[in-house]
């Protein structure tokens, strides 16, 4: 925990409350040491980390000119909110962010006042603050809504669904737009080079608005001055797209300038109707090695802040994530036709390689999973293979583009689904619990999950050739180990793998949780089928077994709920197979952040969990069993 001898003024602060009492004359000293116990939190417990230091002074000012909580407060990409937790009651906390019973790593409801709206996926906070400000006019109430969006997130188009909607409704808000450049990779497209133009023009903002209460709207030159206004702010700062949106725009300021973060924000404070503020931070900012590397700053484990991060080692084994990269650029070698799209997770879907090696075919669409799809859906009726990497939690938000756009016109599309399953600390934001239930229910889909690293690879090819919608699912982090081919062989389609011949009880695992299953099959003499395949099912196996064995255990590491082991259930019931059916996966809850794990155990996907929970459902016949011979 941080000395807080070391922090006089941050010291007073347990609530905004305190910190509007202060002058301004002292709130750069606030800043400074937030910014600094920030960086000695974080470096002693790891999380989220450039973006924080990059709005220091923003929530600062934020939380001094408004009258937070009863002014609603919305952050957008919930990685930004580590100095807000800090001032807002949660300073000595700060230290467990992401830990199993600590601070969740995004705004949360449940977790404080201050937390209006809970995020973790990026481009909500403006539609967010929208209802909240439209409800609040519908009730006469005075507060004010203010939206703070960045780190990429006004790349996303559910940003500008929210800014066409707002400017129609003329609700009175505020959107703060951070405008840093980044995502976690940089920033990309056509938006990113208009305001990358962007120059400070504050006088100009002065100007202006003093110009425009000085001359009456209606007059010939009240008319002509807005003319002028609309042609001059063209020239000077890109504030045409939002003012043809419907808000008011105001900026570029320095968003690490105090004062004229105040003065600004108390002007805007007291504008009727729906408000834009244009910033200029620098992620990383006052950590001179955060500024320098960006994307190897956004989220850290524990380090030394003298040092800064250390080179890992490399390590012993792949993670699944290597492994999808390297698949990526050997099938490219191989296949002209491969193109490779993520929307914005370049580093962590583990394209960087590919990037470099492939950057004509190698296409970054920035935060935009909609458009990710329906980019690739485009592109295969045109003959190529595109290959869509992206964490499970996303594909979320392009299921219709998903079903509409690839299912349905049956497309030669590859998803490559990282990060399905337990995912751990960033909670349930970002768990991928969900893919196997919503993918499953799709015509024409081929859906696969391996239980090793060589298999990922085959099934990666399996997929890639396969004349249709395909999907490879797999955990975060690494496999058990297996070592790898070479070559891009594939796997037939449909065919499960029989691991272990038992008796009694058939346990089906899909995906990652083959490992526990193997320790339980061979302690209970049961048999073990890794069925590779989550549509179509090996259903000749499945109904083999089914006359040999007494009962069925089905283990995944997705929700229960119209998962794997619900499309076994479906099977034996369409064959009229009547079966006592144990199914084992995420419950029906939304999994709390802590290690993978312990995530696991919560789930009760344990090695001792499943062996109980096998124990209980089927007593008599895994007591015989391992009391037989």
């Given at each position: 925990?941080?000395?807080?001898?070391?922090?006089?003024?941050?010291?007073?602060?347990?609530?905004?409350?305190?910190?509007?009492?202060?002058?301004?004359?002292?709130?750069?000293?606030?800043?400074?040491?937030?910014?600094?116990?920030?960086?000695?939190?974080?470096?002693?417990?790891?999380?989220?980390?450039?973006?924080?230091?990059?709005?220091?002074?923003?929530?600062?000012?934020?939380?001094?000119?408004?009258?937070?909580?009863?002014?609603?407060?919305?952050?957008?990409?919930?990685?930004?909110?580590?100095?807000?937790?800090?001032?807002?009651?949660?300073?000595?906390?700060?230290?467990?962010?992401?830990?199993?019973?600590?601070?969740?790593?995004?705004?949360?409801?449940?977790?404080?006042e201050?937390?209006?709206?809970?995020?973790?996926?990026?481009?909500?906070?403006?539609?967010?603050?929208?209802g909240?400000?439209?409800?609040?006019?519908?009730?006469?109430?005075?507060?004010?809504?203010?939206?703070?969006?960045?780190?990429?997130?006004?790349?996303?188009?559910?940003?500008?669904?929210?800014?066409?909607?707002?400017?129609?409704?003329?609700?009175?808000?505020?959107?703060?737009?951070?405008?840093?450049?980044?995502?976690?990779?940089?920033?990309?497209?056509?938006?990113?080079?208009?305001?990358?133009?962007?120059?400070?023009?504050?006088?100009?903002?002065?100007?202006?608005?003093?110009?425009?209460?000085?001359i009456?709207?209606?007059?010939?030159?009240?008319?002509?001055?807005?003319?002028?206004?609309?042609?001059?702010?063209?020239?000077?700062?890109?504030?045409?797209?939002?003012?043809?949106?419907?808000f008011?725009?105001?900026?570029?300021?320095?968003?690490?300038?105090?004062?004229?973060?105040?003065?600004?924000?108390?002007?805007?404070?007291?504008l009727?109707?729906?408000?834009?503020?244009?910033?200029?931070?620098?992620?990383?900012?006052?950590?001179?090695?955060?500024?320098?590397?960006?994307?190897?700053?956004?989220?850290?484990?524990?380090?030394?802040?003298?040092?800064?991060?250390?080179?890992?080692?490399?390590?012993?084994?792949?993670?699944?994530?290597?492994?999808?990269?390297d698949?990526?650029?050997?099938m490219?070698?191989?296949?002209?036709?491969?193109?490779?799209?993520?929307?914005?997770?370049?580093?962590?879907?583990?394209?960087?390689?590919?990037?470099?090696?492939?950057?004509?075919?190698?296409?970054?669409?920035?935060?935009?999973?909609?458009?990710?799809?329906?980019?690739?859906?485009?592109?295969?009726?045109?003959?190529?293979?595109?290959?869509?990497?992206?964490?499970?939690?996303?594909?979320?938000?392009?299921?219709?583009?998903?079903?509409?756009?690839?299912?349905?016109?049956?497309?030669?599309?590859?998803?490559?689904?990282?990060?399905?399953?337990?995912?751990?600390?960033?909670?349930?934001?970002?768990?991928?619990?969900?893919?196997?239930?919503?993918?499953?229910?799709?015509?024409?889909?081929?859906?696969?999950?391996?239980?090793?690293?060589?298999?990922?690879?085959m099934?990666?090819s399996?997929?890639?050739q396969?004349?249709?919608?395909?999907?490879?699912?797999?955990?975060?982090?690494?496999?058990?180990?297996?070592?790898?081919s070479?070559?891009?062989?594939?796997?037939?389609?449909?065919?499960?793998?029989?691991?272990?011949?038992?008796?009694g009880?058939?346990?089906?695992?899909?995906?990652?949780?083959?490992?526990?299953?193997?320790?339980?099959?061979?302690?209970?003499?049961?048999?073990?089928?890794?069925?590779?395949?989550?549509?179509p099912?090996?259903?000749?196996?499945?109904?083999?077994?089914?006359?040999?064995?007494?009962?069925?255990?089905?283990?995944?590491?997705?929700?229960?709920?119209?998962?794997?082991?619900?499309?076994?259930?479906?099977?034996?019931?369409?064959?009229?197979?009547?079966?006592?059916?144990?199914?084992?996966?995420?419950?029906?809850?939304?999994?709390?952040?802590?290690?993978?794990?312990?995530?696991?155990?919560?789930?009760?996907?344990?090695?001792?969990?499943?062996?109980?929970?096998?124990?209980?459902?089927?007593?008599?016949?895994?007591?015989?069993?391992?009391?037989?011979?």
């Amino acid at each position: 925990m941080n000395d807080l001898s070391h922090y006089p003024h941050l010291a007073q602060i347990d609530t905004p409350a305190d910190l509007r009492r202060m002058p301004d004359d002292q709130l750069p000293a606030v800043a400074n040491e937030l910014r600094q116990y920030l960086i000695e939190a974080v470096a002693s417990s790891g999380g989220h980390f450039g973006a924080g230091l990059g709005v220091v002074e923003l929530t600062v000012a934020l939380h001094h000119v408004f009258d937070t909580p009863t002014d609603r407060l919305v952050w957008d990409v919930g990685h930004q909110c580590y100095p807000h937790k800090i001032l807002t009651g949660r300073r000595e906390r700060i230290t467990t962010i992401k830990k199993k019973d600590g601070l969740a790593p995004f705004p949360r409801r449940e977790e404080s006042e201050y937390d209006t709206f809970g995020v973790g996926h990026s481009s909500t906070s403006i539609s967010a603050a929208l209802g909240m400000a439209i409800a609040a006019q519908r009730k006469n109430d005075p507060r004010k809504v203010v939206a703070v969006i960045g780190d990429g997130a006004m790349t996303a188009g559910m940003a500008f669904e929210a800014l066409n909607h707002g400017g129609d409704v003329e609700p009175n808000m505020l959107v703060v737009f951070n405008d840093n450049g980044m995502s976690i990779s940089e920033n990309v497209g056509a938006l990113t080079k208009m305001m990358a133009r962007a120059m400070a023009s504050r006088t100009l903002n002065v100007w202006r608005e003093r110009a425009k209460r000085a001359i009456p709207k209606k007059s010939f030159f009240g008319r002509f001055f807005k003319r002028w206004e609309e042609h001059a702010k063209g020239m000077f700062v890109p504030s045409t797209l939002f003012e043809e949106l419907g808000f008011h725009y105001t900026g570029p300021i320095d968003g690490h300038n105090l004062p004229q973060l105040l003065a600004a924000l108390r002007m805007v404070k007291e504008l009727p109707g729906p408000q834009l503020l244009h910033v200029i931070t620098t992620k990383g900012k006052g950590y001179a090695l955060a500024e320098q590397a960006q994307i190897e700053y956004h989220a850290v484990g524990p380090f030394d802040p003298q040092a800064g991060l250390t080179k890992k080692a490399a390590p012993a084994k792949p993670s699944y994530t290597d492994i999808f990269g390297d698949w990526l650029c050997d099938m490219a070698a191989a296949d002209p036709r491969l193109l490779g799209i993520t929307p914005a997770m370049r580093e962590g879907s583990g394209l960087v390689r590919f990037s470099k090696e492939y950057p004509q075919r190698y296409f970054d669409v920035a935060i935009a999973e909609q458009h990710a799809v329906t980019l690739a859906a485009g592109m295969a009726c045109e003959g190529a293979k595109p290959v869509v990497a992206i964490y499970s939690t996303f594909l979320q938000r392009a299921y219709d583009q998903a079903i509409h756009d690839v299912a349905l016109q049956n497309l030669d599309v590859t998803f490559a689904i990282d990060r399905a399953g337990v995912v751990g600390p960033d909670g349930a934001t970002h768990s991928g619990s969900f893919d196997l239930s919503f993918m499953r229910c799709l015509p024409n889909m081929l859906i696969m999950a391996p239980a090793d690293e060589n298999e990922c690879r085959m099934m990666l090819s399996t997929g890639f050739q396969y004349h249709g919608p395909a999907a490879v699912r797999y955990p975060r982090g690494t496999g058990p180990g297996t070592p790898i081919s070479k070559d891009l062989g594939t796997l037939p389609i449909g065919k499960a793998e029989l691991r272990r011949r038992g008796r009694g009880l058939a346990i089906l695992s899909f995906g990652s949780m083959l490992a526990p299953a193997t320790v339980i099959a061979a302690e209970i003499d049961a048999t073990l089928v890794n069925m590779r395949f989550v549509k179509p099912l090996d259903e000749a196996m499945l109904l083999e077994l089914a006359k040999t064995h007494d009962a069925f255990v089905t283990l995944e590491d997705n929700a229960i709920a119209g998962g794997a082991g619900s499309g076994v259930a479906e099977c034996l019931a369409a064959h009229g197979v009547v079966k006592p059916i144990l199914h084992l996966g995420l419950p029906d809850v939304y999994l709390e952040h802590g290690s993978r794990e312990e995530v696991l155990t919560m789930a009760g996907l344990d090695l001792p969990s499943i062996r109980t929970a096998i124990q209980a459902r089927f007593p008599q016949l895994t007591t015989a069993i391992a009391h037989a011979g």
